[in-house]
């Protein structure tokens, strides 16, 4: 069974660009949500895909936008970087629609910079 | 709005020792996950806790939930240098699916 895989693993951005980051799911899964984590900060919901929908969404602005594939695997990208979006990016894989299997997987992480 | 509330936020303790985290959230959530992470990693899955008064252990960590007070506790038995980690508790966002909403973490340094 292959687990959850993020590229890259690490990247360096300046303030203004555009950034895509990559998440594939563990095999078995439909549901993708990624997640924002700050340093010493627990990690925040950005949205998540299910179906190659959005199926929800947290306290993140429109720059934050995202993709879903047929394959389960998905993009969050992210325009106009800002200083305060130098994080941990956290891809998480389940599978919705098993009742009370919601054990949410997740991947390495990308390490955001921006400077 | 959803809160997901753990204390202490930081824990040193000494090997041998035994302790307590806690986990208090606003929603009427019956499910509780409790998930670990090591400096500069990703979360690894501990306990997924699916109903009021769920108990599960595994090595030196139990875990229960309690959903009419809605409180979760993580309990620690005879520490060992190990088990030194960040400790999050979280929750099911409403209407996102099955999103999560986490707590800010609890660092627990074991010390000998």
């Known amino acids: ?3 959850v895989t993020q590229s890259p693993t690490h990247l360096i951005k ?3 660009q555009q950034v895509t980051l990559r998440c594939s799911s563990q095999s078995g899964h439909n549901t993708v949500s990624w997640y924002q984590q700050a340093l010493g900060q627990g990690p925040q919901f950005i949205f998540q895909y299910y179906r ?3 199926n929800g969404r947290g306290n993140f602005p429109p ?3 995202g993709l879903q594939f047929p394959n389960y695997s998905s993009e969050l990208n ?3 970087l ?3 979006d130098s994080a941990l990016y956290l891809c998480a894989s389940s599978s919705m629609g098993l009742a009370g299997q919601n054990e949410q997987f997740f991947g390495p992480g990308t390490r955001l910079t921006v400077l | 709005e959803l809160k997901v509330e753990q204390n202490p936020l930081f824990l040193s303790m000494q090997e041998g020792k035994n302790y307590t985290i806690y986990c208090n959230y606003s929603t009427t959530s019956d499910r509780l996950y409790w998930y670990r992470q090591d400096p500069g990693k990703s979360l690894e899955s ?3 806790l699916l109903s009021n008064g769920a108990v599960k252990q595994e090595g030196r960590l139990m875990a229960s939930l309690d959903t009419k007070a809605r409180l979760s506790t993580l309990h620690i038995t005879a520490a060992v240098h190990d088990l030194s980690a960040t400790y999050f508790c979280a ?3 409403e209407n996102s699916g099955y999103a999560l909403n986490f707590g800010k973490g609890t660092s627990l340094l074991v010390t000998p």
């Open chain 1, 1 to 3: 069974e292959t687990g």
């Open chain 1, 14 to 16: 300046t303030r203004g």
């Open chain 1, 52 to 54: 190659e929908e959005e």
């Open chain 1, 63 to 65: 720059r934050f936008s």
């Open chain 1, 78 to 80: 992210v325009n106009a």
């Open chain 1, 82 to 84: 800002e200083l305060d």
């Open chain 2, 46 to 48: 501990l306990f997924v």
């Open chain 2, 91 to 93: 929750v099911d966002i």
